[in-house]
């Protein structure tokens, strides 16, 4: 069952799945005017085709590791790695381990 | 000295502190058009008094034990713990322990 999103206040744990990661999937934590957050489930080996965000975003590797790449470069996220990225920029994902991301879009002004 | 700002695309770890936590400060980690990413550090029984952003926020404890209050609830962020808060929302942090948050800031449209 879709988790609802949380509301203005609420505290969620976004801390790691352990051995939950394995079985888990991709939740919306929230929607509001501003911000979308994300908790990215990216089992080993799966992909995240090149894509675009509306507005600036940040990415929080929580567990596991992934490469991320843009036109400019390949890096890889670990744990507690962090990164900001510009609207617009593509963007593609590779999970090289089974990985946890907490991922921030700052949506474009209504 | 200050640190810069993280540039698109950069990465920079955000894990807990540590041992460092007690001689740590407040650092800016980006301040980008849309967004504006602080790791707060704030020790124990330090506050920070009421204050209301401009944009939406989300805050994320790393480590440590903060209580967050709003005109609606005190609640006690503890590590992994994560909240979002509506635009002009009031409030307020002390810090139990020794901690740091990662907070993120909605920038108003230009």
Do not use: W, Y
Not at 1 to 22: C, D, R, T, W, Y
Not at 30 to 59: N, S, Y
Not at 65 to 75: D, K, L, Q
Request: charged share 20%; aromatic share 2%.
């Amino acid at each position: 069952m879709a988790q609802a999103h949380i509301k203005s206040g609420e505290v969620v744990n976004v801390g790691p799945l352990g051995n939950q990661l394995a079985a888990s999937t991709t939740t919306a934590l929230l929607k509001a005017e501003q911000l979308e957050v994300i908790r990215l489930v990216l089992h080993a080996g799966k992909t995240l085709r090149e894509h675009r965000a509306p507005g600036e975003i940040t990415v929080l590797c929580i567990e596991g590791s992934v490469e991320f790449s843009t036109p400019a470069s390949t890096t890889v996220l670990n744990k507690d790695d962090f990164l900001h990225l510009d609207a617009q920029v593509p963007h593609a994902l590779k999970a090289v381990t089974d990985s946890s991301l907490l991922v921030t879009i700052c949506l474009p002004a209504k």
